[in-house]
């Protein structure tokens, strides 16, 4: 019986072994395939950063672009305001110089025809650029209605650059 007992311990004690031994291996075999899958999962992170710092200096390298283009339209743009000033108060002076030199009761048909055209900013812009004398001299070839509506724009636009100022 001694026997019998010692035998069922060495069995037990044999299984017992073999079990740990299967179970050691168990988790030799999951720590690898944990190894393997970490492995895997930082080749594919670092894959993706990669791919992401390439779309990044991409992305970078395209808004420099944008912002040179949009420097270069806003120099156009700032030039093309310039020449179109410029252009604007040549035509201005010219304008003055003509009208200046031109006899009162002559300029005043064409502001009386201006206006009646519906030109009457036009007419008034003109009259801001000439001669405080030569304007005098049209106002008295003028139509009444037409010497009465430029009077009332000289007289507001006195005010709004009295207020100004």
Do not use: C, W
């Not at 019986?1 to 079990?19: H, V």
């Not at 991409?58 to 156009?76: D, M």
């Not at 025809?113 to 009259?127: A, C, H, K, P």
């Amino acid at each position: 019986m001694n026997r019998l007992i010692l035998a069922t311990i060495l069995l037990f004690s044999f299984s017992f072994a073999q079990e740990e031994r299967v179970s050691s291996a168990a988790l030799i075999k999951q720590k690898i395939e944990v190894k393997e899958l970490k492995k895997e999962l930082n080749n594919f992170y670092n894959k993706k950063e990669k791919e992401y710092q390439e779309r990044k200096k991409e992305l970078e390298t395209l808004l420099k672009k944008v912002e040179s283009e949009k420097k270069q339209i806003e120099a156009l743009r700032d030039e093309n305001k310039k020449l179109l000033s410029d252009i604007k108060g040549e035509v201005d002076s010219k304008i003055s110089t003509i009208y200046n030199k031109m006899k009162p009761k002559i300029a005043a048909e064409i502001f009386n025809q201006m206006i009646s055209d519906g030109n009457l900013e036009g007419v008034f812009d003109i009259i801001l650029r000439l001669k405080e004398a030569k304007v005098t001299s049209f106002m008295r070839y003028l139509s009444p209605k037409n010497a009465s509506l430029l009077t009332q724009m000289l007289q507001e636009y006195k005010i709004n650059n009295k207020d100004e100022g």
